[in-house]
T-cell receptor
């Protein structure tokens, strides 16, 4: 059974640009959550999608957005990148709330 | 708001020995889940063990076990017979069961565990 796949693994962007990250959940998992991980703030919840609907959202500015497709694949978009957006972005999928399986993340560097 | 505190930034243990990682949390909720995840240098968060708050019995997964003290809001992880592959960052996490807290895990700051040969 394939795990959660995140692409790309690494990304370097310039301040002011926008970026789109992709997450393919485990087959059959309909819930997809996104997290930002930084050394200073730790792991912070961005948002959760289920059946193409955003059900929950963390405390991030509107520059951070996401969506989910009918096949449960999810994308996260960050517009007008800032240096502080440099982080590891993790995606997790779940069939139930009992346990989330994480991907290996996308390392975003903003220069 | 829920908070999770891991008071040990770093710990080390000799191979084959036992180590306990501490975690406390604060919540007014009565129904929730608690998790321990490990994050090795490969970056992938791996679920180690989980506990439902309504269960009094402590969860066990092979060499990993927890000591869940609901009244004290404490959730420690014991690793027995430590192995070199256990070297990783360990995160304690909390999730409210039901309601509108869909998909939201609240994590502690993590504990770096190093297993020495």
């Amino acid at each position: 059974k394939a795990g959660v796949t995140q692409t790309p693994r690494y990304l370097i962007k310039t301040r002011g640009q926008q970026v789109t990250l992709s997450c393919s959940p485990i087959s059959g998992h309909r819930s997809v959550s996104w997290y930002q991980q930084t050394p200073g703030q730790g792991l912070q919840f961005l948002f959760e999608y289920f059946s193409e609907t955003q059900r929950n959202k963390g405390n991030f500015p509107g520059r951070f957005s996401g969506r989910q497709f009918s096949n449960s694949r999810s994308e996260m978009n960050v517009s007008t990148l800032e240096l502080g957006d440099s982080a590891l972005y993790l995606c997790a999928s779940s069939f139930t709330a009992y346990g989330y399986t994480f991907g290996s993340g996308t390392r975003l560097t903003v220069v | 708001a829920q908070t999770v505190t891991q008071s040990q930034p770093e710990m080390s243990v000799q191979e084959a020995e036992t180590v306990t990682l501490s975690c406390t949390y604060d919540t007014s909720e009565s129904n929730y889940y608690l998790f321990w995840y490990k994050q090795p240098p490969s970056r992938q968060m791996i679920l180690v063990i989980r506990q439902e708050a309504y269960k009094q019995q402590n969860a066990t997964e092979n060499r990993f076990s927890v000591n869940f003290q609901k009244a004290a809001k404490s959730f420690s992880l014991k690793i027995s017979d430590s192995q070199l592959g256990d070297t990783a960052m360990y995160f304690c996490a909390f999730m409210i069961a039901g309601g509108t807290s869909y998909g939201k895990l609240t994590f502690g700051q993590g504990t770096i565990l190093t297993v020495h040969p």
